[in-house]
């Protein structure tokens, strides 16, 4: 086996394995064991009370923010920033860290939702079910991934620290909005969007450490993913002053 396979299954296959055992376990734990302790006998009142709080106006703001996480729209926005990540930066490190993030997080959500089986909540459904378990909610994994990785990215590149608050806070209020809406509308319970936090979240700081860490090698090869005198950060670490 060559060293950048070795080092692609150590820092990218193994740690999203290791995060999909983890989905799996959680959800073990809310469905069968710990179904009958707090805070979880309390997820149907919290989603009761959603529901008896609608009203046209909100169930318009739902609906974007549900559109805004929408498979289709996830594959688009990111294949649209992927392009612009590339075109502006000539380079591959941004726009494979933000497509790695995202469909890492698919992947997962998808077999976790093959091995745990829960019922969507027990009210009033404003959006038609896909043929998936409740829990994790994919939108909210799909926003937190697509959006928190785009902050990372904008972050790394801002000049000036309100400028960084400025992307962290308009990006990442998008995937609690979603969270918010995917609750609100019926599709999920408080547990299902959190551990969705989980999942995107995870994936966004493995793919970071992977992809846009510019002191970790790959092994003889030294897979080059920026030109040489790009201005590439490590993941966490600040472009700007």
Known sequence: MSDVAVQIA??????VALLF???????????????HTWPFTVEDAVNREFAGDRSSGWNDV???FSTLASTQMIVVVTVLAALVLRLVL???????????????????????????????????????????????SGHTSAATAL???LAVLLALRARSTPAKVTWWTLLVLVPVGVALTRMYRGMHHPSDVVASFVNGGTCVA????????????????????????????????????
């Open 10 to 15: 150590r820092r990218v296959l193994l740690p």
């Open 21 to 35: 055992a983890v989905m799996v376990g959680l959800g073990l734990l809310v469905t069968r064991v710990l179904t």
């Open 62 to 64: 739902s609906l974007v």
């Open 90 to 136: 000539h380079r591959w490190r941004e726009p494979l860290f933000l497509c790695a993030a995202v469909s890492a997080q698919a992947l997962i959500f998808l077999f976790t939702t093959m091995v745990i089986d829960r019922n969507r909540p027990a009210v009033e459904h404003m959006d038609a079910s896909p043929p998936t378990s409740s829990f994790p």
């Open 147 to 149: 959006y928190v990785g």
């Open 206 to 241: 493995i793919m970071a450490r992977a992809v846009l860490d510019r002191t970790l090698t790959w092994g003889r090869a030294n897979l080059s993913l920026s030109r040489p005198g790009d201005d590439v950060a490590p993941a966490g670490a600040s472009a700007g002053g």
